[in-house]
């Protein structure tokens, strides 16, 4: 299971052709509490850095984009009516979605976790 990152705060988790998305623990601390997720709708085509679903939070309203190219095939429905897991857990029960991966090489194109957090070090 390799887990990949985007300059936008994404995150991918792979296994196999499965991955599931989320945002990371530094993108919900520039957010605030998150007040609502406009999930993404099952079976919907993505391209890399596509849209996937936005966010809302008491700050922003903020676009989630997918880190690689594929299908939407489960959302995590939890986040109706407790947008607040993916605070509490961004990395972990606060994922937004599982895709089918259509394109594993575009994972060329992310970070791994040291890189990330190397970059996001920088942000500071």
Same mark, same amino acid.
Request: charged fraction near 25%; charge should be negative; proline fraction near 3%.
């Given at each position: 299971?390799? *887990?990949?990152?985007?300059?936008? !705060?994404?995150?991918?988790?792979? &296994? +196999? *052709? ?11 601390? =520039? ?6 997720? #406009?999930?993404? $709708? %099952? ?5 890399? *850095?596509?849209?996937?679903?936005? $966010? ?11 880190? %690689? *190219? ?6 995590? !429905? ?5 947008? &607040?897991?993916?605070? =509490?857990?961004? &990395?972990? #029960? +606060?994922?937004?979605?599982?895709? #089918? $991966?259509? @394109? ?5 194109? %992310? ?5 990330? @957090? &190397? ?6």
């Amino acid at each position: 299971m390799d *887990t990949y990152f985007t300059r936008d !705060h994404e995150w991918i988790r792979v &296994e +196999g *052709t499965i991955g599931t998305v989320g945002i990371t623990a530094y993108a919900v601390e =520039q957010l605030g509490d998150i007040t609502f997720i #406009e999930l993404p $709708v %099952l079976g919907k085509a993505v391209r890399q *850095t596509g849209m996937l679903c936005s $966010v809302e939070s008491v700050k922003a309203a903020s676009d989630i984009y997918a880190p %690689l *190219t594929g299908k939407v095939i489960e959302v995590n !429905h939890a986040l109706d009516s407790a947008p &607040e897991i993916v605070n =509490q857990s961004p &990395e972990g #029960e +606060g994922w937004i979605a599982r895709m #089918e $991966v259509e @394109d594993l090489s575009g994972a060329k194109n %992310l970070m791994c976790r040291s890189d990330y @957090d &190397e970059y996001v070090r920088g942000l500071a």
